[in-house]
């Protein structure tokens, strides 16, 4: 999965899901039958194979951090653990997506809850 998501190719029916067309003229490049996120794009995301139980390896702060369909295998103590981690690698200001798993954990400071669009999110605040 970690080489399909830096790859950045999409089929036809995933781009079509949510997906608005002038985003998709704007970040993707036709790529046969498929879609490829541009490349410039795709040099400016970090993808890391990082196991949420156990120590976390030394990491930059990040701009945005996406966790869908990987919450819902964790209890709400362990899920509130990986929102303390995820608290110190956001920049301030910055977002956390954790998908449908993640929103019966409410994280305390510096994360404050915030919708974008139907997205529950979390915003780093201090």
């Not at 704007?26 to 040099?43: E, H, N, Y």
């Not at 956001?90 to 977002?95: F, K, S």
Request: proline residues 6%; aromatic residues 10%.
């Amino acid at each position: 999965m970690l080489a399909r998501a830096r790859n950045g190719v999409f089929n036809q029916l995933e781009v079509n899901r949510g997906l608005p067309m002038p985003m998709l003229v704007k970040f993707f490049d036709k790529a046969g039958l498929d879609w490829q996120v541009k490349a410039d794009i795709r040099k400016m995301i970090n993808f890391r194979k990082v196991n949420l139980m156990e120590a976390w390896p030394a990491m930059p702060e990040m701009d945005v951090v996406f966790m869908r369909n990987v919450l819902i295998y964790f209890d709400i103590a362990q899920k509130k653990r990986i929102f303390e981690r995820l608290a110190r690698v956001i920049r301030p200001g910055r977002l956390f997506v954790p998908g449908d798993g993640g929103v019966d954990a409410q994280p305390h400071r510096p994360l404050s809850t915030m919708q974008v669009g139907k997205a529950t999110c979390y915003q780093r605040i201090t």
